[in-house]
């Protein structure tokens, strides 16, 4: 798949990290944000992310920045990713302007990680062109990508953004389905809220979950993931315990009371300085330091 152009629509905290993986491959990023802090804040977070990946420094200079779609020179422009806030009108928005300004053959793409791509692609012309393509954060470090097809997007497509994803060194996974949460985030959640109703009820701390899952079954997932692992060890095992287990299991269709009275107090966690921690500005750099540091280590052994 011969691209050299990628518009990114946003430049914020995914839509920087995705101009990252694509600087690094090699290829001339547009990226479009109408915030002039955005914008003028890309150039460092594109440096520093070609260090982390080890690609040229020299690419950096690849990348352009634009206040409007309109301004991006879009006869040269192959594949467009849209990455602006969660915000189904504002998404139906902007694909509905890309359609109009991008070439009719290349890709239309979302990042979105919570809406239905159908919804997104809903009333355009060219709805076969358009998929989701799902990055997880931080979306330079992690390799997992979703490329997520809804009932109308061509299998062609959808076949070809999975093929340049692994150009770019991600892992992709094609979602053929367009489930809500895709596939990541509903196996994410289905343990999240087992966690967190784990907390509420006082069986464990917050501190002990983390540990139970980083050196625990998350240890082992970076070696195979849950389903290699049942071959090996049977799945008759997973049989029986799953039917002694599950009736014990949480199956509320709300979230965690624990979170709710959380958000009620302003504890959203690192953007506000406090949620099951407190934090401040040293203390965040170090673990976000501290966590890509790992990343990095874990993609190292997981390339042997």
């Known amino acids: ?68 779609l309109g301004d991006i020179s879009w006869k040269n422009v192959d594949l467009a990713i849209e990455a602006v806030t ?40 060219t709805r076969s062109r358009v998929a989701g393509l799902h990055f997880f954060m931080p979306a330079h470090l992690v390799p997992l990508v979703e ?5 109308f997007t061509d299998p062609k497509v959808a076949e070809g953004l999975v093929g340049l994803m692994k150009t770019l060194g991600k892992a992709p996974i094609w979602v053929k389905k367009d489930t809500p949460g895709f596939v990541g985030n509903r196996i994410q959640h289905a343990m999240m809220r087992e ?6 009820d006082g069986v464990v701390t917050p501190e002990d979950v983390d540990t139970a899952v980083r050196y625990g079954f998350g240890f ?26 599950y009736p014990h299991l949480h199956n509320e269709t709300v979230a965690a009371p624990v979170v709710k009275a959380m958000i009620e107090k302003g504890h959203l966690g ?21 966590i890509e540091k790992a990343l990095q280590a874990g993609m190292e052994i997981l390339k042997s």
């Open 195 to 200: 966690a967190l109703y784990l907390i509420a």
């Open 147 to 151: 490329v997520v097809s809804a009932e």
């Open 220 to 245: 082992r997932f970076i070696a195979c993931g849950p389903i290699m692992q049942k071959e090996m060890s049977g799945w008759d095992t997973n049989y029986y315990v799953a039917g002694a287990l």
């Open 1 to 68: 798949m011969p691209r050299q152009n990628v518009a990114i629509i946003g430049g914020g905290i995914m839509g920087g990290d995705i101009a990252i993986i694509f600087t690094a491959g090699g290829w001339n990023v547009h990226v479009m944000d109408p915030d002039r802090k955005t914008r003028d804040a890309l150039p460092v977070r594109i440096d520093s992310g070609l260090k982390k990946l080890g690609a040229p420094a020299a690419n950096a200079a690849n990348v352009k920045t634009y206040a409007m």
């Open 86 to 125: 969660e915000d189904l009108p504002l998404k139906q928005k902007v694909f509905s302007e890309l359609e109009a300004l991008a070439r009719p053959d290349i890709a239309l793409a979302s990042n979105t990680s919570n809406f239905p791509i159908g919804e997104i692609g809903k009333g355009l012309k």
């Open 270 to 290: 690192m953007k506000t300085k406090r949620g099951f921690w407190e934090w401040n500005d040293e203390a965040i750099a170090r673990e976000k330091a501290k």
